[in-house]
């Protein structure tokens, strides 16, 4: 397989431990989004959407991190990413939903780049937005994980599921902001039990070939 990545992209970090929990190999191809090359024809040839990640497999080119989880599963059942009961597996969904549809979106790189760019935000309003949105979004992350009692050491029970892989690279992206996070102990307890891990250790930015 082939990973299309960014080593501070969080939707490919999200693959990235999903592949290492699997014991999935693969060989990287770097995008630099800073230098805009998800923007370069040679690029949007393979992912016309112009994101990272991109996922070949066989030739296939498969896009949308959550898709890229999901097709993972279903062709490498074990070790399970996901629960084996239907409300378990809605449950870990709507963790990985709060985060990559909830959260993600509205702190992506051009999205900060708008706020820039067209309606004159300087990087102060810039780093206040990214806060705002992440405490808005942790504190239901931190609701969610508390109120049904289905957390474990990791977001539902004691196996990392791909909810884990969703939220483990957006607490990277809050900690680079320097966002409070002590308003969110039980989050910080399962992000702090999978950053022991190998499998997240060597999927986090600081380990990628093109870490700056
Ligand atoms: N929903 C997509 C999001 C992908 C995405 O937004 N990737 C970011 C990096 S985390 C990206 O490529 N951004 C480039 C840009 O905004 O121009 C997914 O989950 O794969």
Known sequence: MELYTYFRSSAAFRVRIALNLKGLAYSAHTI??????????????????GLVPTLVVDGQRLTQSL????????RHPAPALLP?????????????????????????????????????????????WYRHWIADGLEKLEAALTQDG?????????????????????????????????????????FDACMKLDAFQRAQPSAQPDAE
Do not use: W
Not at 67 to 74: C, F, N, S
Not at 87 to 96: E, Q
Not at 100 to 127: F, K, M, S, V, W
């Open 32 to 49: 630099h989004l800073r230098k805009s090359e998800q923007r370069a024809p040679d690029y949007l040839a393979v992912n016309p959407q």
């Open 67 to 74: 898709a890229i989880l999901e097709y993972l599963e279903e």
């Open 150 to 190: 289905k957390a474990g050491t990791y977001c539902h029970g004691e196996q990392p599921t791909v909810a884990d892989c969703c939220l483990v690279p957006q607490i990277f992206n809050a900690q680079r902001f320097d966002s409070d996070l002590s308003p969110y102990p039980k989050t910080m307890r399962v």
């Open 84 to 128: 084996a009961d239907a409300i378990g597996r809605a449950r870990v969904r709507a963790l990985a939903d709060l985060v990559a549809c909830e959260i993600h979106p509205l702190n992506n790189l051009r999205t900060l780049d708008y706020l820039r760019t067209h309606l004159g935000q300087d990087e102060a309003g810039i780093a206040s």
